[in-house]
């Protein structure tokens, strides 16, 4: 029996099946479509469509693929769209507001629950003083200065997070080296 496909799975096997297309036609259409979701690579690795020829070929269903796509087609898909699975709380510490919306935008495509988007350091301790986020990202210098004291604050709450920067790297040996780490 075949396992249940996701909906967006579910869309890009209908599409394949509805007539022939090239490599270069299914690429075209992963990265204009969905390039941030792992449709293409899923479908490939968990053996539901296939690539004749390589690059230059034709992609088409396997019978593992056709299996999916009828059983996908006899099941009702409404709570897994109404209701993605929430596999963490991610918390965004940024305060450029287009570049704080763009990895909003990512981290929620990729089903997880975004704390903030906080563009303070104050505002970030505010938000994880309600709840303990399970991840975070950071951005080095934010509207009130640099996220130092919430990165601590996270640390010591045994909350893992990256810290991202636009800025020179200099401050990386400071403030390790100040840590003791």
């Known amino acids: 029996m075949a396992s249940p496909v996701s909906l967006l799975m579910l869309q890009f096997l209908t599409w394949v099946s ?3 297309r090239t490599y270069a036609d299914t690429m075209e259409a992963w990265r204009s479509t969905c390039p941030r979701q792992s ?4 479908a490939i690795i968990g053996g539901l469509v296939q690539c004749a020829g390589g690059r230059k070929g034709a992609v088409a269903l396997t019978p593992g693929g056709q ?12 709570v897994e769209v109404s209701s993605p699975p929430i596999s963490a709380s991610i918390l965004i510490a ?5 570049l704080a919306m763009e ?3 990512l981290l ?7 704390v903030g988007p906080a563009a303070t350091v104050q505002a970030a ?7 303990r986020p399970d991840a975070a990202v950071l951005d ?16 010591a709450a045994g909350v893992p997070f990256v810290l991202v920067t636009g800025t020179a790297r200099t401050w990386c040996r400071t403030r390790t080296a100040t840590a003791g780490t």
Do not use: H, K
């Open 18 to 20: 509805d007539r022939p």
């Open 39 to 42: 449709v293409w690579e899923d």
């Open 67 to 78: 299996a999916a796509l009828a059983a996908g087609r006899n099941t009702d898909l409404a």
């Open 94 to 98: 940024e305060d450029d507001a287009l």
């Open 103 to 105: 990895l909003e935008t």
């Open 108 to 114: 929620q495509d990729w089903s997880y629950r975004v």
């Open 125 to 131: 301790l505010t938000l994880i003083s309600d709840s």
């Open 140 to 155: 080095v210098n934010l509207s009130d200065g640099t996220v130092f004291p919430l990165a601590d604050v996270l640390d």
